[in-house]
Every structure is written in structure tokens, then in C-alpha cells.
């Protein structure tokens, strides 16, 4: 076949047309109700706890940096001086260098140290933690984390710690401490603590005498005009009473409820209401609540 005649019949080749109907675009999305979980990061039983706890850490240290809670808890065997100086760990985990953190957790406290940006492999917090120690508390549980920007927190190392009796009776200890982790038990690193308990006395509380005075009650007199005759008269009614100035707002209610989340609403409105609408001194309440 010469090549004029495949040109001919490559020119009179028919082109194919692809038409998309309705129904081809239709089947490639979804149609109907959304499903409750769209969009929606489900957690876990311990990614909850954890939630819960850096939730309860934030409210324990702005209660730290205003100053320990008057009125001191009873149970109570002394106040734990805890200095978190440094670690020395085992592997940098990662491509970066590690943000290590560490978080406490002593009785029903739980306290966090800032990061320590760039550690890597031997961080420092020099972070000084004062707290009330009750009594039958003779350890704590320590968890160091990698500090992440779009992922939740790696946790490196943990260990049990038990406060060693010559801290029980006085005395100021300097140690280093063992870490577990992926690397195996206590084969992850050190933790360097310092730990003291020293005594704490309860402040004498004075009775606050009750005075009690007699109501004065006043009857405002009516104002009579006189009415031109032929007028008729119609009785006069009484002031619209201005309404009281609620103690809290439900702001307030709302910002306390997000730190305790499983308290009763009727519990925190009551607390509110005793402590006059003090939202500092609910959430010391609160948290004595959940203590005992």
C-alpha cells in the first residue's frame, strides 16, 4: 500500500467523542446525611487520659504560680520540694532533635515541666515543683514526652519512682534515677532529681464573731396630688422592682465546667453561688472535692 493511500484512510479515520452524563458525575460524590464522625479525630482510653492530665497540669500550676491553696488540706505529711534538673537518654527518636518534657504525677497531682527545646538526648528544666504530700503517698510516676507540632506527644521514657524514707524524715536528696522505654527496662537513660519534705503546721484558725443587726426597714410615703374636680382618680401603682445582679455569668459557669468536665452542673452552680461568683477560689473547692 503506497503512503498516500494510509493517509487517506487515517483522514477518514472517525474521532471518538466521550460524553459524561449526570449519572457518571453523580456517582463520584457522596449523597445524603453526613456521618456524625466526619471530620472528627476519635481517641482512645489512654489519649484521653493524657488529654485529661496536661488539662489538669495547666490548672494545678496557675494554682501554683498564685501561691499553695489556704486553706492546707488535711491528711497532709509535709510539703515536697521537687527539683527536675536534667536526663540523659538513651536515643534522639526522630529525624529533628527532640523537645523533651516531663510530666509528674504524685497522688492525685499532676505536674508538667516547660520543654526543653532542642534537647535531644540530654535535656535540663531546672523546674523547682512545691505540693502538699498526703499521707500513704510514698512514690510517683514520671513520663518524659517529645513535644510535637502537628501529632500528639511521643512519650520516650517513664519510671516509678519511690521517695526514699530519709526524704520522709527530713533529710535533701540528689540522685539519679533509672528510665524505661523502648530500649527496654531502665536501659532508656537517667533522670537527675532533687527532693526534700519538710514539715508544714496548720495556721490556728480564729473564730470570726457574728454580729448581728436589727433591720431597719423604711415606708416611703406617698406623694397625693391634689385632682381637679370632675377628674376621676385612679389608684397609683407601685415601682417596677429592679432585678438582682446575678453572681456569676454563664461565662463563668462555662470556663469552670471546661476544666472539670465530669463534675455536675448542679455541683459547680452551687459552688459558684457559695464562693459569691470567685471562680479562683470554685476551682480550689473543686479540686479539694476530687482530692478527698
Not at 522505654?181 to 536501659?187: A, C, I, T
Not at 527532693?195 to 484558725?205: D, I, T
Amino acid at each position: 500500500m503506497s503512503l498516500k493511500l494510509k493517509s487517506e484512510k487515517l483522514k477518514r479515520k472517525p474521532e471518538r467523542t466521550y460524553i459524561f452524563t449526570h449519572s457518571v458525575y453523580q456517582s463520584a460524590v457522596m449523597i445524603g446525611e453526613l456521618p456524625t464522625d466526619f471530620l472528627r479525630v476519635s481517641y482512645n482510653n489512654t489519649q484521653q487520659q493524657v488529654m485529661g492530665d496536661e488539662r489538669i497540669a495547666q490548672i494545678l500550676q496557675a494554682q501554683q504560680q498564685a501561691g499553695f491553696m489556704a486553706p492546707i488540706p488535711a491528711n497532709i505529711q509535709g510539703r515536697l520540694s521537687l527539683t527536675v534538673v536534667q536526663a540523659k537518654l538513651a536515643k534522639n527518636y526522630g529525624i529533628t532533635r527532640m523537645d523533651p518534657y516531663v510530666r509528674i504525677r504524685i497522688g492525685h497531682s499532676v505536674i508538667e515541666t516547660p520543654t526543653a527545646y532542642n534537647g535531644s538526648k540530654n535535656p535540663r528544666w531546672n523546674k523547682d515543683i512545691n505540693l502538699y504530700l498526703p499521707h500513704g503517698v510514698d512514690s510517683m510516676y514520671l513520663e518524659i514526652f517529645d513535644e510535637k507540632q502537628f501529632t500528639m506527644d511521643d512519650r520516650i521514657a517513664w519510671a516509678y519512682i519511690s521517695i526514699p524514707q530519709s526524704v520522709l524524715n527530713g533529710d535533701t536528696m540528689n540522685e539519679w534515677f533509672p528510665l524505661s522505654g523502648r530500649q527496654g527496662d531502665e536501659k532508656e537513660g537517667m533522670i537527675n532529681l532533687v527532693m526534700s519534705l519538710n514539715e508544714v503546721q496548720q495556721p490556728a484558725v480564729q473564730p470570726t464573731p457574728v454580729l448581728y443587726q436589727q433591720p431597719i426597714v423604711y415606708y416611703p410615703q406617698p406623694i397625693v396630688q391634689p385632682v381637679p374636680a370632675g377628674m376621676p382618680v385612679y389608684p397609683q401603682q407601685g415601682g417596677t422592682p429592679q432585678p438582682q445582679r446575678p453572681l456569676f455569668t454563664e461565662e463563668d459557669f462555662k470556663q469552670v465546667k471546661d476544666m472539670f468536665p465530669n463534675m455536675e452542673d448542679e455541683v459547680i452552680r452551687s459552688v459558684l453561688e457559695a464562693n459569691r461568683g470567685n471562680k479562683d477560689a470554685t476551682i480550689n473547692s473543686l479540686l479539694q472535692m476530687n482530692s478527698d
